[in-house]
């Protein structure tokens, strides 16, 4: 039976309206906390230094900040440079030395007199609150999740430091008889002054808690 107008002009409605309800998105909630901010939400963006008098940009891309050359030091006294060497002697009949341009380092330009350069770091720095530690790349990590237990090493090459409620101490050995640094740029986590040897402690690192060892009645050691 065909349908009459009315009928079709309310199907045509029907449709209509569900191909709308189909075509709208979804509705986005508001952006997550530190959505906008790298640091969060271990640490606060760093603030620019407020010493900057001027800004340039060399060929590649890298900001230079340019920073009174008395503010390196706290009174403001500046050690003077020790002369300049004299010109090497330049073989007879070889070509002088390149310029920097000529050699194809980039070079940006100059900031003003009495000022020295220092890189503005590419990524962002931050500062972190208490619970996180620093990483490789400016942000904050927690310190659950970076630190070293008992006995293990820690480095800030590897931004890594001693879980809470642990020190740091020398990594030592004896090599013979002498006390002697394992891995100078490291450092172990222990409970030194506890009262027990614990684990990577001995009387070289922790002498409060490990006593020297010495040869025994058998030719072996107490």
Not at 1 to 8: D, K, R, V
Not at 43 to 63: K, M, S, W
């Amino acid at each position: 039976m065909p349908m009459n107008a009315p009928a079709l002009l309310l199907c045509s409605l029907l449709l209509l309206s569900m191909g709308c309800a189909a075509s709208e998105p979804a509705p986005v909630g508001p952006p997550g906390p530190g959505a906008d901010d790298p640091c969060a939400p271990g640490g606060t963006l760093r603030p620019p230094r407020r010493d900057i008098v001027a800004t340039t940009v060399t060929p590649d891309g890298q900001v230079v900040d340019w920073i009174p050359i008395t503010s390196q030091t706290p009174d403001g006294k500046v050690a003077s440079p020790p002369p300049p060497p004299p010109p090497a002697a330049t073989p007879e009949g070889a070509a002088p030395a390149p310029s920097p341009t000529e050699a194809g380092l980039q070079l940006g330009p100059r900031g003003p007199a009495g000022t020295v350069p220092v890189l503005r770091p590419r990524r962002p720095q931050c500062d972190c609150l208490p619970g996180y530690v620093q990483q490789a790349d400016g942000s904050c990590a927690e310190l659950a999740s970076r630190c070293s237990g008992e006995g293990a090493m820690a480095s800030g090459k590897s931004f890594t430091v001693c879980c809470p409620g642990l020190a740091p101490i020398p990594a030592m050995d004896r090599a013979d008889g002498q006390c002697v640094v394992t891995a100078p740029d490291a450092h172990l986590c222990a409970k030194c002054g506890d009262g027990t040897c614990g684990a990577g402690e001995n009387d070289c690192n922790c002498p409060s808690d490990c006593h020297a060892t010495g040869p025994g009645p058998g030719g072996g050691t107490d």
